[in-house]
């Protein structure tokens, strides 16, 4: 249960110490387990692989990607939560073009100016599994998406800064929400802000507005 902070940019699965994005003096490295917390650095790491972990986290300006994913009906799985503590844009990019990966863990934006926690531009995502919330700043979203997710099951709740939305959903497309879903506590501050043509299924749980000028839950 350690703290494993990227020391160069490259694939999850390297366990060189020469070429791999994990700390160590030999190869090979220790690749993050089971209860650890994993940081980024100011560094761009690949999850080319199933990943289980305490926490993916961004305190500077790299990331995390996700370029790829095995060819259906194989999947990928990223278990733990995913939190921007940092500056970085995003602590997930998710850009890969087909293949489902599952997150299990709750979603967290950031606490600066647009500092989300997943951003999937373009891409596949399949359920997500833990509760959803807006960063501290504002546009800090939990969640950008102008690709594909599958169902969301977690309470979704906005951040209490100006358009700090739980879920931005760009023009894309996102299953069935199963949970609560609760507008923050300033101007525009939605749980969920559909724009661009996007679709989203069914929404099964309480709705409830911010106590601010437009800050809807919907």
């Not at 609560?180 to 069914?202: C, K, R, S």
């Amino acid at each position: 249960m350690a703290t494993i902070v990227a020391v160069r940019s490259g694939n999850w699965s390297d366990t060189s110490h020469v070429t791999g994005p994990w700390p160590g003096a030999s190869t090979p490295t220790t690749k993050p387990g089971v209860g650890d917390t994993v940081q980024a650095g100011e560094f761009v790491v690949e999850i080319d692989e199933d990943a289980t972990v305490a926490l993916l986290e961004s305190t500077s300006t790299g990331y995390f990607r996700l370029t790829s994913a095995p060819a259906l009906p194989a999947v990928r799985t990223i278990t733990g939560a995913i939190a921007n503590s940092g500056t970085a844009g995003r602590v997930l990019e998710v850009t890969n073009p087909s293949g489902l990966v599952f997150f299990i863990g709750d979603v967290t934006g950031g606490s600066a100016k647009s500092a989300y926690a997943i951003y999937n531009s373009g891409g596949t995502i399949g359920d997500i599994t833990g509760d959803v919330t807006g960063g501290s700043a504002e546009s800090a979203y939990a969640i950008y998406n102008s690709g594909v997710i599958g169902d969301i099951t977690g309470d979704v709740t906005a951040g209490d800064a100006n358009n700090a939305y739980a879920i931005y959903n760009s023009g894309g497309t996102i299953g069935d929400i199963t949970g609560d879903l609760t507008a923050g506590d300033a101007e525009g501050a939605f749980a969920v802000y559909n724009g661009g043509g996007g679709t989203i299924g069914d929404i099964t749980g309480d709705v409830t507005a911010g106590d601010a000028n437009n800050a809807c839950a919907v």
